[in-house]
């Protein structure tokens, strides 16, 4: 699917919103953006902030550290559809209920890494093993919102970084609440070739940054997260305005069988990926999912934040051992600020079902 831009031109932000964002960033001892050779400018990092060295974790390092409780390493305590069924004051029409219009929210559509750090095997040919964390901590409550998460003993397997090297995204658990700022925190690892040890993982990303509702345009942007060594992950996010939150829940009810009687089904290396459609955004993709399928589960949630007056669209695309690769249908969703919407299709390689929950975030 391509990518597309809206070609709005970005909204202009006041000089007073500008000058109070550089004061602001200057005092919390975040470093300005700079730009990459490639052209990619890079995320706005806060200074002293390691998971390596523990300076992320000392109360004297910066003055973010107590507005997001750095020290507090659990996982955020709000869950997802909160406010799924409409309040008593959204009746007697809950469906144009007016009270939850949705509010500024936080959309990653990827994490891609756009350069391996320069110890790494030359060619940047795969397999690349990734394992650690990145997570959002926003002021709704300021604990970590995981977006990808993985141990050492179960990491991401990227095959081929030069042809594919988006890292699918496990989470968020909830909706993030961009009326404010937000930090990003993370400490990813590549994972040392089969035989070696802890001590020879290669650090990737390590550190927390900040993102600002004072400085943003229309369209989704690119952030470079600068890494050790030479290395970066590039974030891609958007601002949007009136949003509320998406759960997205896919089961796989039927995959289809292997050849002769009795034979158990055949394996589905399944990728899904998202977009909105309306408002402030054309078409951007979400990578939702990569993995194999080997028997009918339910997947793991996802969490989007959507506009109000748009569309969700979620795409299936699967292979199989002995079939080509399948393009599954679209399956479209109108957003609404609370109910549910389900929707089941049966294709050539499975049977899905997909049920999305809209919330509104507060």
Known sequence: ??????????????????????????????????????????????EGSKHSDGSIYRADAHPLHELFHLADT?????????????????????????????????QIFSLKLAKLPSTAPP???????????VAVRDLLDPLRNYVFNRSRDDPLVIPDPTSDPFIYLSGPKRGVYLQSRVLIEYDVRI???????????LPLIDGAATVSELAWTQAALTS????????????????????VEATVEVRITRLVAGP???????????????????????????KLFRGVVREPCALERFVVAARSDSYLFLHFKGAGAAKPPEEFDWFAFRVTSHGCASDRRKFGLATVEVKVTWSSLC
């Not at 909160?82 to 144009?96: D, F, K, V």
């Not at 219009?101 to 936080?106: D, N, R, V």
């Not at 060619?123 to 964390?133: A, E, I, K, T, W």
Request: charged letters at 30%; one cysteine or more.
């Open 224 to 243: 470079r997260i600068p890494g050790e060594l030479g290395a970066a992950v590039d974030l891609r996010r958007s601002l949007l305005r009136h949003a």
């Open 260 to 286: 002769g009687p009795g034979t158990r089904p055949r394996a589905v290396e399944l990728e899904i990926t998202g977009c909105l459609a309306g408002g402030e955004l054309v078409e951007e993709e979400i």
């Open 74 to 106: 659990r996982e955020t305590r709000l869950k997802p559809m909160r406010l799924t069924n409409p309040t008593p004051s959204c009746y007697p029409c809950w469906t144009a209920c007016r009270q939850h219009l949705g509010c500024a929210m936080l």
């Open 191 to 201: 994972k040392a070739r089969e035989g070696e040890e802890l001590e020879d993982d």
């Open 123 to 133: 060619g940047g040919h795969g397999p690349v093993h990734l394992y650690g964390f």
């Open 1 to 46: 699917m391509n990518q597309t831009l809206n070609t709005n031109p970005p909204i202009p932000m006041e000089d007073g919103g500008a000058t109070t964002d550089r004061k602001r960033k200057a005092e919390e001892g975040v470093k300005p953006a700079e730009e990459d050779e490639d052209g990619v400018k890079q995320i706005d990092v806060v």
